[in-house]
């Protein structure tokens, strides 16, 4: 079998959705799972960026041991010299420059030229070069670069030194056929080709970025940059697991990668659970419905033999179909347990206070789902905030108006208010205001069941102006009042 290298930048494209931003402690943790998983180079962040971005890099090359630990530059001095410093701890270091090489780029961007551009590309390669022995050079906007350009590009940053060389489609243009020929162009009219590791790198914009990441592979790409559950800017990225069990289930593609598979639904759900990000239902491989059946005619064939309707086995994704199911009268041991296989390890008091909360939902709902219990997990982290709901009563219905009591700590001071407002809601959110006296602004208003059923665990999603920067924020609760001032109060704490 020959090998598909697995470049995942979920923490650095993934990180890059409003609202899903990680502090250290959770790319650590996220980085350490990418590890388990079997993935050959994490791009942990764009250093220069900012200085929690510096921050990540160096913890998480601290933290990993065997994977390749990549960092971003545009193709600048500065950016380089401040990428090698932050990979000062890595085992394995991969510095990722480059720059555009459209003529949208070219044009509008750098108000310059082919010829320029190309000699931009070779000077930076060539300064990674002195830090590095692995340099990975981008040719930003490669899917609407013109193929002829390109190969004299990627010719000449190989000859410079790089030892992968990225060709994204930045802009989820291509079709899938375009984009393979594109690979095949460069496969065929790069003298040096066989000196580099062609890697493609393909957004969602179009609903085509695995298959046009499929088509670069099957022309000869074998690196593929990618995501975990398909996250990233506007549309997102590849996702890994579907690029991983593609290869798995077409063997005659002599093709395989180092992805331990059955890590991938307790690595997802890590991923959704930190950055607040819920999976759609019918997403690939490890959306909820993923491998459910409800037509009577499916539920037949599968019972008569799985494979008419599911060509990936869920035991092969991390899905054991033979859970134990939770349950109020479940113990400690079976919570911990369920919590380890998704990915989160709690012990102690922890566990002890976590569990005590894990019975008060038991009692409200009938049964206790995965994101039930990862919706705790990630409760029970955000204790130590300034702020905190103390209590909240609400009176509401028809012809009569709404009126929210509400108790905040604040540092361990209460303090209370009452407001009426359009609606339980409104009331609440009305309330609060009144004991955090600034200017705040709720820009969006998000709420999500989790799964099925009026006992079901909410979400809620909030965006809140203040100081014209936007907070976001995040709460859950079987309360949806209550899950929408979680929510307020979380992005109040974040300012």
Not at 132 to 157: I, K, P, S
Request: aromatic letters at 6%.
């Amino acid at each position: 079998m020959e090998r598909i290298f697995i470049f995942d930048t979920t923490l650095r494209d993934g990180e890059q959705v409003p609202g899903c931003q990680l502090n250290t402690v959770e790319k650590i943790q996220v980085a350490k799972a990418l590890e388990a998983l079997g993935v050959d180079v994490i791009e942990a962040g764009f250093p220069v960026s900012s200085p929690g971005d510096f921050n990540s890099v160096v913890e998480i090359s601290k933290a990993v041991t065997w994977p390749t630990i990549c960092a971003l530059t545009r193709g600048v001095q500065k950016d380089i010299d401040v990428a090698f410093e932050a990979l000062k701890y890595a085992k394995n270091k991969r510095i990722h420059t480059g720059i555009g090489t459209s003529d949208y780029h070219i044009k509008y961007k750098f108000n310059s030229n082919q010829d320029e551009i190309l000699e931009r590309a070779i000077a930076a390669t060539k300064y990674a070069k002195k830090y590095v022995e692995d340099v990975e050079f981008y040719c930003e906007d490669a899917g609407r670069t013109d193929n002829e350009y390109l190969a004299r590009v990627v010719e000449a940053v190989i000859k410079a030194g790089a030892t992968v060389v990225n060709i994204p489609d930045t802009t989820g243009y291509c079709l899938p056929d375009q984009f393979g020929s594109k690979i095949k162009y460069l496969m065929e009219n790069v003298p040096n080709i066989h000196k580099a590791i062609i890697s493609t790198h393909c957004h969602n914009d179009l609903g085509m970025a695995t298959a046009n990441t499929m088509s670069g592979i099957l022309n000869g790409a074998r690196q593929v940059e990618v995501t975990i559950n398909g996250i990233g800017e506007r549309a997102g990225n590849t996702s890994l697991e579907e690029i991983a069990m593609i290869l798995k289930c077409h063997k005659t593609l002599g093709l395989d990668t180092n992805i331990n598979t059955q890590k991938i639904v307790s690595t997802s759900r890590l991923v959704s659970n930190l950055m607040n990000m819920p999976v759609q239902a019918n997403k690939a491989v490890v959306g909820r419905n993923a491998f459910s059946h409800s037509s009577g005619i499916h539920q037949d064939g599968v019972l008569k033999n799985i494979q008419t309707y599911e060509i990936i086995n869920p035991k092969d994704v991390g899905i054991d179909d033979n859970s134990i199911v939770l349950t109020a009268r479940s113990g400690r041991a079976a919570l911990k347990h369920r919590l380890n296989v998704l990915g989160v390890e709690v012990e102690g008091e922890k566990l002890d206070e976590l569990y005590q909360k894990f019975l008060e939902l038991a009692d409200q709902k009938k049964s206790i789902n995965d994101t039930d219990i990862l919706l705790l997990a990630g409760k029970e982290s955000s204790k130590g905030k300034r702020i905190q709901l103390d209590y909240l009563q609400v009176t509401s219905g028809k012809g009569v108006k709404s009126v929210a009591s509400i108790s905040l700590l604040i540092a361990g001071e209460k303090f209370e208010a009452s407001s009426s407002g359009n609606g339980p809601v409104d009331a609440a959110i009305k309330a609060v205001k009144q004991i955090i006296k600034r200017e705040m602004v709720l820009q969006e208003f998000t709420i999500q069941a989790i799964d099925r059923g009026s006992d079901d665990m909410g979400k809620v999603h909030m965006q809140v102006l203040h100081n014209n920067k936007v907070y976001y924020g995040f709460g859950a609760d079987t309360d949806i009042v209550v899950a929408s001032v979680e929510a307020y109060i979380d992005a109040i704490n974040k300012f």
